[in-house]
């Protein structure tokens, strides 16, 4: 019943922006605000032809392998800097100005710097992301309980067994979390590159519907990048459910 | 019937000897605390052994040494079974730790629990592991909830899991620091009879070392109790018990047990209960 | 997070950021010899210096830069006010939090820029476009933190509150605003730290002015020194703002709000995730 009226809330929420914009382009009855029915005619064609794999796919690529470089690196990251003081208080200006720094200057940059490449959007991504899974892994294992530690000496586990029983099962939670975080984050991220200078991708092809005025068609491209990134932060959430049984 | 030992070693086999033992800390403002300036213990063979103190005067700091886990600056004899704990620091394998909280690890079952601690001190065979698990686990009446994680049972429940994980090591020396305090007095009084019923059901009893604050727990438990001042800490008074299991706090030899140890406390110690 | 400074860990946090600028300026002006798309650090310093001289191809820079500022305040503030109030509403009532869960995830996933395009083609009013597309932004996570920090309030002083019969006035300002203060702080540091990295990429289509359109230009001319200039300045803007406001601020509230259950799950602003 909980279950039930949680779901119907928030499925109330989306029929009412549907119907909203259903009946307000009605109303209206312009070109800028096509009726909702129109734009998901377009995004079903746009499956349906196949036309819609092509962007999403190239898109999809360079979030993942950007995703996956910034995970990797901000993972170590959050590892060294809690075993190494040294290392933290190295890392600590760099990593603050990664942060602050705007992301619509580290797209131009890149873009101009190492030139309009898979590769740069790939670097580019891998850069927002580290900060972002570094600082939330670095902060979760501060927070790992000193009393476990006394244990295992007590225990006399080594090494292996504290990393293997003990540190990397205290971290899975976390990782799952910073990941879903991270992606989204890479998601949005590549396609502001595609957006700010790249001939393909999701973001392109949103570009070039406004460009020419095509509202219903980038509604669809839209919908399309909002459902993929629905999909796969559900799949993400089911894994963790999985995973974590504890 | 009671008769007092005072700070000589006991008539049996001495499992564990500590001599002149010294230990201090800085401690925040910048000073040094003494916690022991020249502490001598002897635990006997067999014992159940209670160290009885106010907090803070280092009992569990005494259990970390023969642990091995802290060094204390000197001390003349660190000896278990005679021989030195820092020449031999293996010996330390041959004790199990149970401690305040349970202290599992949430993302194992209890019985995984378990498997670690004995994968740690690896002084049991792996092929025996599963039928002292079983054996264990039973005696604490948690064979029902040997594949559950701790989140899904009860504190009283995680803390007889935290026992079987050293128990199922079948230690010689079994450290036990104020493993009952947090629990409520209803589940404490069954966990101790359960650590009771466990101890004498071996034909050789195992030398229990268990440290606790609070009197009426040392008279339930002990053969031995050792009182401990305010840091830094000396032994003020020892005694051995010899009454029959189970206890009733309400019999008259506990309640005139618990009397004399309050008074012990109140002259030796300084410290009233 | 730890912010003892000791002589000797200033010294290991400045060593690397030097280090970079000297690689910096070896790679620019030995190896990749091309200023305008290489830019060396003392192109960036010239560039920096034009800005603070108010010099300019399009327009004065100190105009730009207010523009930019000014939407970023007014889309901070007002997103900051309207999502506090949903947020405490969401916190009180299960079904206002569940109702918003999705639009505020849309509101979060969809890149500004975007909200900028489906605006200008919807209301075409241009000044608001990027201030409403920004307060969409960056009302998302401060809903999310609010809500947090209401249902954490402990029932039990709740029902303390009930008992003592303490009226709504007294429990708005001793119980309530207290209790999600470090919460507000947090939402406030996130969300501005977070605004001023994407404030550019609102503005950087069809606006009369702003420094996302100043970019834009250097982007589209090929021009790198001015870009990496603004981007220092932002930068030092956001730090300057978050250092010297928000974390004595939030440092102050907390020690207030200490000792409270669930230490550990305080909101920690910097750590707290951002989203571009």
């Given at each position: 019943m909980e279950r039930f009226k949680e779901y119907s809330a928030q499925i109330a929420s989306l029929i009412i922006i549907l119907l909203g914009w259903e009946i307000s382009a009605l109303i209206m009855d312009t070109r800028a605000l096509p009726p909702a029915s129109e734009s998901f005619a377009d995004l079903v064609q746009l499956i349906r032809t196949g036309d819609a794999f092509g962007p999403l796919g190239s898109t999809l690529f360079r979030t993942t392998c950007g995703f996956a470089l910034g995970f990797v690196m901000g993972c170590s990251y959050g590892i060294a800097a809690v075993l190494s003081r040294t290392f933290d208080d190295l890392s600590k200006w760099l990593l603050q100005i990664a942060m602050f720094t705007p992301t619509l200057i580290l797209i131009f940059l890149f873009l101009v710097i190492f030139g309009r490449t898979s590769f740069t959007v790939i670097l580019l991504i891998g850069l927002v992301v580290l900060p972002v899974v570094g600082t939330y892994i670095r902060d979760s294992l501060r927070d790992f309980d000193e009393e476990l530690d006394g244990m295992a000496a007590s225990y006399k586990a080594p090494l292996r067994q504290r990393v293997f029983e003990m540190y990397l099962p205290f971290l899975i939670p976390s990782m799952l979390a910073a990941g879903r975080i991270g992606f989204t984050l890479s998601w949005k991220v590549g396609f502001l590159a595609e957006i700010f200078g790249f001939s393909n991708g999701l973001g392109w092809q949103i570009r070039t519907t406004y460009q020419i005025y095509d509202v219903a068609k980038l509604l669809a491209w839209l919908s399309l990048f909002i459902l993929t990134l629905l999909v796969i932060e559900q799949m993400m959430r089911f894994a963790e459910r999985r995973v974590v049984k504890w | 019937m009671l008769e007092m030992t005072k700070d000589t070693a006991a008539a049996g086999e001495t499992k564990v000897s500590l001599k002149n033992l010294q230990l201090s800390f800085p401690d925040q403002s910048g000073g040094v605390k003494q916690i022991y300036q020249g502490l001598d213990l002897e635990i006997e063979k067999g014992s159940f052994t209670v160290l009885l103190g106010?907090?803070?005067?280092g009992k569990s700091t005494l259990l970390n040494i023969m642990d091995g886990l802290l060094q204390p600056n000197s001390a003349d004899e660190i000896l278990i079974d005679g021989e030195d704990l820092r020449d031999?620091?293996?010996?330390?394998?041959q004790m199990a730790y149970v401690f305040q909280g349970p202290r599992l690890l949430k993302w194992k079952t209890l019985a995984e629990n378990a498997e670690f601690g004995l994968r740690g001190l690896?002084?049991?065979?792996?092929?025996?592991w599963p039928e002292l698990m079983e054996r264990y686990f039973a005696a604490v009446g948690l064979s029902e909830y040997m594949?559950?994680?701790?989140?899904?049972?009860s504190g009283g429940m995680q803390q007889r899991a935290a026992i079987v994980r050293a128990w199922v090591n079948e230690p010689q020396i079994l450290l036990m620091d104020e493993p009952f305090s947090h629990l409520d007095e209803i589940t404490a009084a069954e966990m101790r009879r359960i650590l009771v019923d466990l101890w004498r059901a071996e034909e050789v009893h195992r030398t229990v070392v268990f440290v606790t604050h609070d009197i009426s727990e040392a008279a339930q438990l002990a053969t031995d109790i050792v009182m401990l001042t305010p840091a830094p800490s000396s032994i003020c008074f020892r005694r051995k018990v010899d009454l029959p299991w189970?206890?009733?706090?309400?019999?008259d030899e506990v309640m005139d047990l618990e009397k004399e140890l309050r008074k012990a406390f109140a002259e030796r110690a300084g410290v009233r209960f | 997070m730890n912010w003892s400074v000791t002589p000797k860990s200033l010294l290991l946090n400045a060593l690397p950021v030097a280090a970079a600028v000297l690689v910096w300026w070896a790679a620019t002006t030995y190896i990749l010899v091309q200023p305008r798309i290489y830019p060396t650090p003392q192109g960036v310093f010239t560039e920096l210096v034009r800005i603070f001289k108010n010099e300019g191809p399009i327009g004065e820079p100190y105009t730009h830069a207010a523009a930019t500022l000014w939407r970023l305040t007014i889309a901070w503030g007002g997103g900051f006010v309207a999502a506090t109030l949903l947020g405490v509403l969401a916190g009180r009532k299960k079904w206002v939090f569940d109702f918003f869960s999705y639009p505020v995830w849309i509101a979060m996933a969809v890149p500004s820029v975007v909200w900028v395009y489906i605006f200008l083609v919807v209301f075409g009013i241009e000044e608001m476009v990027p201030i409403l597309a920004l307060m969409i932004l960056l009302a998302a996570p401060v809903f999310l933190g609010t809500a947090e920090g209401v249902r954490s309030t402990p029932k039990e002083l709740l029902e303390m509150c009930d008992s003592y019969k303490i009226g709504t006035r007294q429990r708005l300002f001793h119980f309530y605003l207290p209790y999600i203060a470090p919460y507000m702080v947090a939402n406030a540091r996130v969300s501005f730290a977070y605004g001023i990295r994407i404030v550019l990429i609102a503005e950087v289509i069809g606006l009369p002015n702003g420094v996302g359109i100043l970019v834009g230009y250097w982007s589209d001319s090929l021009y790198m020194a001015p870009i990496v200039a603004w981007g220092l300045l932002l930068m030092a803007t956001g730090m300057i703002v978050d250092y010297c406001i928000f974390a004595p601020l939030q440092r102050r509230i907390r020690r207030e709000a200490e000792p409270r259950p669930a230490s550990k799950r305080q909101p920690s602003g910097n750590s707290r995730l951002k989203r571009a």
């Open positions: - | 106010p907090s803070g005067c031999r620091p293996d010996l330390s394998r690896g002084v049991q065979p792996r092929d025996r594949h559950h994680y701790p989140s899904q049972v189970p206890r009733h706090i309400e019999s | -």
